[in-house]
């Protein structure tokens, strides 16, 4: 069993509806990584959470660290939100962290 | 600046070859990272570079060799790949404490394609 799993790993969706990605992990954590990834390879950065809620634009990441569970919804999608979306998680170890990471959820938004 | 900016964007070479990649960020970051994914996959930890010293090989074989000249570049060079090599190689950089190597937000190149044929 994976130390971070994602689902559902493939999602599509029609344009303007609420989307929902879940993330659990089973290890301790320092934060949570949300982060896109488009065809073509780059990787951006959507959200590093610790604990609650975030929210930027049309997205909102929570987490709850007890359930360790992670939760990133997209509202009002749209063709341009389509692409991977990973988390990954941040462990402590013993001399250096890990960032440990999910397999992906791939999200096709249909116009 | 928020920029991770790596070269080439695709590269084709042969298992004689020997090319580099290369990485640049002008973000006072101290922490660089190369990062290997394979189609569908999520990226593998290969080195990290912590104020231009190594601090992490994840068993690389040593065909790959990691370069961290000053605080802004990260090299990669390559030489006798295999094709299972062939991959997106991804460079990151973050903040980073003196002590230890904290994968604080990473900011993420766009990648180098290779294909070793």
């Known amino acids: 069993k994976n130390e971070v799993e994602q689902s559902p790993q493939n999602l599509t969706a029609q344009e303007g509806e609420f989307i929902t990605i879940n993330c659990s992990y089973s290890?301790?954590?320092?934060?949570l990584h949300w982060l896109q990834q488009h065809p073509g390879g780059g990787i951006v950065s959507l959200f590093m959470?610790?604990?609650g809620k975030k929210k930027h634009g049309r997205l909102i990441a929570t987490i709850n660290i007890q359930e360790k569970h992670s939760s990133l919804h997209i509202t009002a999608s749209h063709p341009r939100d389509s692409a991977v979306y990973i988390c990954?998680?941040?462990?402590?170890?013993?001399?250096?962290?890990?960032?440990?990471f999910g397999t992906g959820t791939r999200l096709q938004v249909f116009p | 600046d928020t920029e991770v900016t790596q070269t080439p964007k695709h590269l084709v070479m042969g298992m004689t070859n020997k090319k580099s990649l290369k990485c640049e960020q002008h973000?006072?970051?101290?922490?660089m990272y190369w990062y290997k994914q394979k189609a569908k996959k999520p990226p593998e930890l290969m080195f990290v570079?912590?104020?231009?010293?190594?601090?992490i090989n994840e068993s690389v074989p040593s065909r790959f060799s990691p370069e961290c000249p000053n605080s802004s570049l990260l090299n990669l060079h390559l030489h006798a790949l295999q094709p299972e090599d062939s991959a997106l190689y991804l460079c990151?950089?973050?903040?980073?404490?003196?002590?230890?190597?904290?994968?604080?937000?990473?900011?993420f190149g766009s990648g180098t394609q290779l294909s070793v044929l």
């Open positions: 973000m006072g970051h101290r922490a």
């Open positions: 290890v301790g954590i320092s934060a």
């Open positions: 570079y912590s104020y231009e010293k190594l601090s």
């Open positions: 959470l610790s604990s």
């Open positions: 990151a950089s973050s903040q980073a404490s003196a002590r230890r190597v904290t994968f604080e937000k990473l900011f």
């Open positions: 990954a998680v941040r462990s402590i170890g013993d001399n250096t962290d890990k960032l440990i």
